[in-house]
Nanobody
Framework: QVQLVESGGGLVQAGGSLRLSCAAS????????MGWFRQAPGKEREFVAS??????YYEDSVKGRFTISRDNAKNTLYLQMNSLKPEDTAVYYC?????????????WGQGTQVTVSS
């Protein structure tokens, strides 16, 4: 069982930066594939980025602007977001799954709101 708690959201002007954090409980954090997702008002939840033991993957619209990272000693996942755009406004969720071959994420946080003003 993994519990995830996001923090770091807020209101920022276009072009600004935010760093989201996701604190995880449990002893096996380092073994999980971790991901960030987001859901804008009236839209479906979409994938943003993921990280595993030796790699990362990004959705095209955030490549070069967002960086996903993790600190296994602190059981914490991060998302550094730079050059933010109004279209990045959404609730951001972190999630965990046991393996890259599994498509479904098993554990989800409650989300943190990111609002980018123009």
């Amino acid at each position: 069982q993994v519990q995830l708690v996001e923090s770091g959201g807020g209101l920022v002007q276009a072009g600004g930066s935010l760093r989201l954090s996701c604190a995880a409980s449990g002893r096996r954090f380092s073994s999980y594939v971790m991901g960030w997702f987001r859901q804008a008002p009236g839209k479906e939840r979409e994938f943003v980025a993921s990280i595993w033991s030796d790699g990362t993957y990004y959705e095209d619209s955030v490549k070069g602007r967002f960086t996903i990272s993790r600190d296994n000693a602190k059981n914490t996942l991060y998302l550094q977001m730079n050059s933010l755009k109004p279209e990045d406004t959404a609730v951001y969720y972190c999630a965990a799954k046991g393996s890259r071959v599994v498509t479904t994420y098993d554990y989800w946080g409650q989300g943190t709101q990111v609002t980018v003003s123009s």
